[in-house]
């Protein structure tokens, strides 16, 4: 039982820090490079209309709104963190958890490249791997940077995890 709870917090802890530390990101990348982020009422659109069995779109910046989807996008930003944080600690253990090191955690993040480039941007109608997008391999380098400087939260967040999990 205390496991459990162990890793449902290290998990929540974890995947909320490394996500803020990509949006940290995101937010220094658009101020130096003038690249914006991703919209994420757009993935909230998507999955609202996910919801009512409409799993791909041509374009999702030419579908109908859905009722919330700002909140619904950056809620689901978050728990897909949490998400691959746990993914994290089923793969190396709450072990890691206790003592967080790099390379599991960069491994986790840069892996979850997977997600946006297999499975969302084809159905929010950017191709696999953004090969519908105007610059491919301008998109997948930035989605590459993206999902490492997670991994590098993950390492951190593990480390702030530990430190306020075992004071």
Do not use: C
Request: hydrophobic share 55%; no cysteine.
């Amino acid at each position: 039982m205390v496991d459990a709870a162990e890793f449902v917090a290290s998990a929540v802890l974890i995947g909320t820090g490394a996500t803020v530390v990509m949006d940290i990101w995101g937010m220094v990348r658009k101020r130096l490079l003038g690249v914006p982020s991703l919209d994420y009422a757009l993935v909230g659109r998507w999955l609202g209309h996910l919801a009512s069995g409409r799993l791909r779109h041509d374009r999702i910046t030419a579908s109908p709104q859905v009722a919330g989807e700002r909140v619904i996008g950056w809620a689901a930003h978050y728990l897909i963190g949490i998400g691959f944080a746990g993914v994290l600690l089923v793969m190396f253990g709450l072990d890691w958890a206790r003592q967080p090191t790099m390379a599991p955690a960069l491994t986790v993040g840069i892996g979850s490249i997977a997600a946006p480039f297999l499975v969302m941007q084809p159905a929010m109608g950017a191709g696999i791997a953004a090969s519908r997008t105007p610059h491919p391999w301008a998109a997948r380098l930035q989605g590459l940077v993206t999902h490492t400087v997670f991994g590098g939260g993950l390492y951190v967040a593990g480390w702030l995890a530990h430190l306020l999990l075992n004071p």
